[in-house]
């Protein structure tokens, strides 16, 4: 079974054209969090139902283990890899329900997949605007303890399909710190032997997603953010590689 993609992923994302207005998503961050219990969190369970329902169009099986280990008290930051628009059926396996996601203002133009993530509450940062960036990312960690939220990041900050890790950029980490509350890492199993975007081909496939343990950040303070990001990037790389097949790989990279 193969399927036709497009350069953002699949044709999912081709198939509807519809474009979100310039100022949807602007909202101040605090905005957007104090709704989590309400229209954010309705739309997003919403979302999640039917999202979860593409993998059969698609011919894609998830294999989720650890899903307990979300289950930690109080607010905490989610950190997964991130491959392609696949992710997003993935992320709807196992997305907690007090859980919104940041993400890079660019998603919002995206046609349909910019629709769907706004409804699902998505706090958008201008990478752009490292001024920006840091003002919201302050306040996602003062709302976030307030409204018991868990927030979902993208470490890596761009799409990769390579099969391996890019190099963590630093923001959930400091955010963690900051708002002194765990780090949950989620690694998804390599798209590659399934999905090439270079070919623009992908087949059906079974996708893997694993939920660690959290990591503690009571008493770490802003000097602690280097080792805390290198050790969640070799706790995830190391499960990358052996979800993926390739223990080996994640030894020499130790």
């Known amino acids: 079974m193969h399927h036709k993609a497009n350069e953002t992923g699949l044709s999912l994302s081709q198939s509807c054209s519809c474009l979100l207005p310039p100022t949807l998503g602007m909202a101040d961050p605090v905005t957007f969090?104090?709704?989590?219990?309400?229209?954010?969190?309705?739309?997003?369970?919403?979302?999640?139902?039917?999202v979860k329902t593409f993998k059969y169009f698609f011919g894609l099986r998830f294999e989720v283990k650890g899903l307990e280990n979300f289950k930690v008290e109080g607010p905490a930051i989610i950190v997964s890899n991130h491959q392609s628009i696949l992710d997003m059926m993935g992320l709807m396996e196992v997305l907690p329900d007090d859980c919104v996601q940041v993400g890079k203002k660019e998603l919002m133009?995206?046609?349909?997949?910019?629709?769907?993530?706004?409804?699902g509450g998505v706090i958008f940062i201008n990478r752009k605007s490292t001024t920006s960036?840091?003002?919201?990312?302050?306040?996602?960690a003062k709302t976030m303890t307030t409204e018991n939220v868990k927030v979902w990041v993208y470490p890596e900050g761009t799409r990769n399909c390579t099969g391996d890790l890019l190099p963590f950029?630093?923001?959930a980490f400091h955010l963690a710190v900051q708002a002194q509350v765990p780090v949950i890492p989620v690694v998804y199993s390599s798209f590659t032997?399934?999905?090439?975007?270079?070919?623009?081909?992908?087949?059906?496939?079974?996708?893997?997603?694993?939920?660690?343990?959290?990591?503690?950040?009571?008493?770490?303070?802003?000097?602690?953010?280097?080792?805390?990001?290198?050790?969640?990037?070799?706790?995830?790389?190391?499960?990358?590689?052996?979800?993926?097949?390739?223990?080996s790989e994640a030894k020499d990279s130790s």
């Open 33 to 50: 969090l104090s709704c989590c219990s309400l229209t954010t969190l309705f739309f997003c369970r919403i979302i999640k139902t039917v």
């Open 109 to 119: 133009y995206t046609g349909s997949v910019g629709l769907i993530i706004y409804l």
């Open 133 to 140: 960036a840091k003002m919201v990312m302050a306040e996602v």
């Open 169 to 171: 950029k630093k923001g």
């Open 193 to 247: 032997t399934f999905y090439n975007p270079k070919k623009n081909l992908f087949t059906s496939g079974k996708i893997k997603v694993e939920v660690l343990p959290p990591i503690e950040t009571k008493g770490l303070t802003s000097d602690d953010v280097s080792d805390l990001t290198d050790r969640c990037f070799h706790t995830m790389r190391e499960t990358l590689f052996r979800l993926s097949g390739r223990p």
